[in-house]
């Protein structure tokens, strides 16, 4: 069995009221986007921090290794990209260049996963969710909490995930960074529990664990 910690700094920041909240206005705006990733040589210390009311979490001495750069649409019609037949519900889409693309759903106050598609190297693969995954409900509030149940498949490789995960909106407070100080912030826990299948080969499992 494997284990994944992973520890995401991305925050999104809406104060509504005595505590933070993310309405369904917020979910993946169309526009650019930039992520200031580290080096993972720096992260051997990094821990995920409190969780509660009114915390803090104190990132400052994590500086940018480099950025990724993203572009999110609205479908149909933002992206030419956005008809992919594989995903027809969609309509929200993220590039992140070099050819690869996520979908999802925004439907009754839910953001759902539906796949992503590569098209590197003049070669198109896909991973599509045949039962999507709820990745928010909104609103995002302190101490929600949710479980969703989920599989994918990959084209044109064998590769079957079977899964599920819970959500938890764990803690509030302030977040430092070397990009400055930002009160209001909500942090996100997913944990996942899954199974990954090839065609041919030992079934894997999976146990990941992320902040947002």
Same mark, same amino acid.
């Given at each position: 069995?494997?284990?994944?910690?992973?520890?995401?700094?991305?925050?999104?920041?809406?104060?509504?009221?005595?505590?933070?909240?993310i309405?369904a206005?917020?979910?993946?705006?169309?526009? &650019?986007?930039?992520?200031?990733?580290?080096? /993972?040589?720096q992260l051997?210390s990094? #821990?995920?921090?409190?969780?509660?009311?009114?915390?803090s979490?104190?990132?400052?001495?994590?500086?940018?290794?480099?950025?990724?750069?993203?572009?999110?649409?609205?479908? &149909?019609?933002?992206?030419?990209?956005?008809?992919?037949?594989? /995903? &027809?519900?969609?309509?929200?889409?993220v590039?992140?260049g070099?050819?690869?693309?996520?979908?999802?759903?925004?439907?009754?106050?839910?953001?759902?996963?539906?796949?992503?598609?590569? #098209?590197?190297?003049?070669?198109?693969?896909?991973?599509?969710?045949?039962?999507?995954?709820?990745?928010?409900?909104? &609103?995002?509030?302190?101490?929600?909490?949710?479980?969703?149940?989920?599989?994918?498949?990959?084209?044109?490789?064998?590769v079957t995930?079977?899964?599920?995960?819970?959500?938890t909106?764990?803690?509030?407070?302030?977040?430092?960074?070397?990009?400055?100080?930002?009160?209001? #912030?909500?942090?996100?826990?997913?944990?996942?529990? /899954?199974?990954?299948?090839?065609?041919?080969?030992?079934?894997?499992?999976?146990? /990941?664990?992320?902040?947002?």
């Amino acid at each position: 069995m494997k284990k994944l910690y992973f520890t995401l700094l991305i925050f999104i920041i809406a104060k509504l009221g005595a505590q933070p909240v993310i309405s369904a206005a917020h979910a993946v705006q169309p526009g &650019p986007l930039t992520f200031y990733a580290l080096d /993972f040589t720096q992260l051997g210390s990094l #821990t995920p921090g409190p969780s509660g009311a009114n915390v803090s979490w104190d990132f400052s001495q994590y500086t940018s290794a480099t950025t990724i750069n993203q572009v999110r649409y609205d479908c &149909p019609g933002g992206n030419s990209n956005c008809s992919d037949a594989n /995903f &027809p519900m969609a309509n929200k889409m993220v590039s992140s260049g070099g050819g690869s693309y996520a979908y999802f759903e925004y439907a009754s106050n839910e953001l759902s996963t539906l796949g992503t598609k590569s #098209t590197n190297s003049g070669i198109t693969t896909y991973s599509v969710y045949t039962n999507p995954s709820t990745e928010l409900k909104f &609103p995002v509030t302190y101490l929600q909490t949710f479980t969703d149940s989920w599989v994918s498949h990959s084209i044109p490789a064998s590769v079957t995930e079977t899964g599920t995960h819970t959500v938890t909106v764990d803690a509030y407070g302030t977040l430092k960074t070397a990009l400055g100080t930002f009160p209001n #912030t909500l942090r996100v826990k997913v944990e996942k529990n /899954f199974t990954s299948n090839t065609a041919g080969s030992p079934t894997a499992t999976i146990n /990941f664990v992320g902040y947002t």
